[in-house]
Every structure is written in structure tokens, then in C-alpha cells.
């Protein structure tokens, strides 16, 4: 069984930063696509972020230039850097890990964002 599990989450003043982070056993992750996906309450679940399986990267357009997602294969860890964070920004932020025809999420961290 594959089972992301995030951290980095937590509570930060707007214009400052985290650095998320996911790591997952049972898997390679050099030979999958991943993404950081994030709830606000009230709302739907969007994408934030996301890494091919070469690399490719994208982003929402509301995080462009201000999120960064990177993956380190030897480690098996997927990031999201995020810089100039804004109030809106605040969610519980998932990581999703794409394996054949199966999605595979973590638990979610929590990340506030105060004004």
C-alpha cells in the first residue's frame, strides 16, 4: 500500500513562507506523477500544483510565481515551496501520488495564513 504522508504545515503571518513536504513508502516516485491539491472550507478541493513524471511542472494560476513544487527522487519526497503567502491562501493541503490508474492521498496539512 502506498500512503503519502505531508508535514510543514502550520500557522505563518501573510508574506511569509513554508515549505511542505510529502514522503511515501511503497513507492518510486521517480516513476510517477504527483501534485499538492488544497481545501479551503466551503469549497472544492483544486489543484495547486503538479510534477510529471519528467518533470514537467504547473501551477494554478493563483500560486504562479509564488509556489514552487520540486521532487527528490533518492529521498522519495515531493515539496511545495511556498513564498508571499497570502490569506487566501489558507487550507488543508493534500499530496497525491498517481500510480498507473490509482490516485493515492495523504491525510492533509493544515496551513493558515494570517492577515
Known amino acids: 500500500q502506498v500512503h503519502p504522508v505531508e508535514s510543514g504545515g502550520g500557522l505563518v503571518q501573510a508574506g511569509g513562507s513554508l515549505r511542505l513536504s510529502c514522503a511515501a513508502s511503497?513507492?518510486?516516485?521517480?516513476?510517477?506523477?504527483m501534485g499538492w491539491y488544497r481545501q479551503a472550507p466551503g469549497k472544492q478541493r483544486e489543484l495547486v500544483a503538479g510534477?510529471?513524471?519528467?518533470?514537467?511542472?504547473n501551477y494554478a494560476d493563483s500560486v504562479q510565481g509564488r509556489f514552487t513544487i520540486s521532487r527528490d527522487n533518492a529521498k522519495n519526497t515531493v515539496a511545495l515551496q511556498m513564498n508571499s503567502l497570502k490569506p487566501e491562501d489558507t487550507a488543508v493541503y493534500y499530496c497525491?501520488?498517481?500510480?498507473?490508474?490509482?490516485?493515492?492521498w495523504g491525510q492533509g496539512t493544515q496551513v493558515t495564513v494570517s492577515s
Open positions: 497525491k501520488i498517481v500510480r498507473g490508474y490509482s490516485d493515492y
Open positions: 511503497g513507492i518510486t516516485f521517480s516513476g510517477n506523477a
Open positions: 510534477i510529471s513524471r519528467g518533470g514537467g511542472t
